[in-house]
């Protein structure tokens, strides 16, 4: 993927998790499918706020969703979470790097106290 399409991507994917409710549906959709109602019902929004929080799930990627009749029913897309699990892997791969420098860096500073 190209740089700014990964940057796009992960900041739809952090914002959609910014939200206590989408985090919400997120966790009743990873127990299986659920309609707009029953992911608004034990959250206390109104259908349409409902809508939208799943709008911006779906932008990021993290749900997709059906319908059949009149019901829309949404399902957990597991996938989503490896763009960020990439991300943050390659940045504790960074920091952990740093951290080893600024050790070899204390422990030569340390010899030479000592000499």
């Known amino acids: ?13 952090f914002f959609a998790l910014a939200d206590v409710h989408r985090r919400g549906m997120l966790d009743r959709l990873s127990r299986g499918p659920a309609s707009v109602s029953e992911l608004a019902q ?3 929004i109104a259908l349409p706020s409902a ?6 799930l779906e932008q990021g990627g993290f749900v ?3 319908k059949e009749g009149r019901v829309r029913t949404y ?9 960020m699990e990439a991300w943050v892997a390659r940045r504790k791969g960074l920091l952990i790097a740093q951290f080893d420098r600024l050790d070899a860096y204390l422990a030569e500073q340390q010899g030479k106290a000592k000499r």
């Open 42 to 44: 034990p959250l206390g």
């Open 51 to 56: 809508v939208k929080h799943l709008a911006v």
């Open 75 to 83: 399902i957990a897309e597991p996938k989503a979470l490896d763009a």
């Open 1 to 13: 993927m190209h740089a700014i399409t990964d940057a796009a991507l992960l900041d739809r994917m």
């Open 64 to 66: 997709a969703s059906r």
